[in-house]
């Protein structure tokens, strides 16, 4: 019979642990990593493109068209929506070659109308955008 050789004479073994693959994140933290961060409140408010920039001075100097081209006055106790709308029927070729030469002026006009009601739309629609 033989008997095991003392303990100090046995080699040394190193076992080095089997490389785990990394758990699969949860649903919910999948979700939360492809979600971007919000963006600022004033980013959110009057982030436009320039294409968006393009459209809102477009509709600003087209409203500005019909607000001078009417002459509309809403100081004026006679204001009368339907005359209006035919001074703007009868004067809108004239003002379209008016404008031509002065098309700072409409837009000028147009924006006291249309950029408070634009901030106003972006206010309301403030909770529904990313």
Same mark, same amino acid.
């Given at each position: ?6 303990? /100090?004479?046995?080699?040394? &073994?190193?076992?080095?642990? +089997? ?10 933290? !999948?979700? *939360?990593? *492809? !979600? $971007? ?11 436009? /493109? ?10 600003? +100097?087209? &409203?500005?068209?019909? &607000?001078?081209? /009417? ?7 006679? &204001? ?13 070729? /004239?003002? %379209? ?9 409409? *837009?000028?006009?147009?924006?006291? +109308? ?9 206010? +309301?629609? %403030? $909770?529904?955008?990313?």
């Amino acid at each position: 019979m033989t008997t095991p050789p003392p303990s /100090s004479e046995l080699p040394e &073994v190193t076992v080095e642990p +089997i490389p785990q693959p990394a758990p699969e994140p949860t649903p919910k933290a !999948k979700e *939360a990593a *492809a !979600k $971007p961060e919000p963006r600022p409140l004033l980013a959110r408010l009057f982030g436009i /493109s320039i294409w968006g920039a393009l459209k809102l001075i477009g509709l600003c +100097i087209l &409203v500005g068209f019909f &607000v001078l081209a /009417s002459q509309f006055d809403p100081t004026n106790p006679d &204001v009368n929506a339907g005359e209006a709308i035919m001074n703007v029927a009868r004067t809108a070729v /004239s003002a %379209l070659g008016w404008a031509l030469q002065n098309f700072w002026k409409p *837009a000028l006009a147009g924006a006291t +109308i249309v950029l408070p009601l634009w901030v106003l739309w972006r206010l +309301i629609s %403030l $909770p529904f955008r990313k």
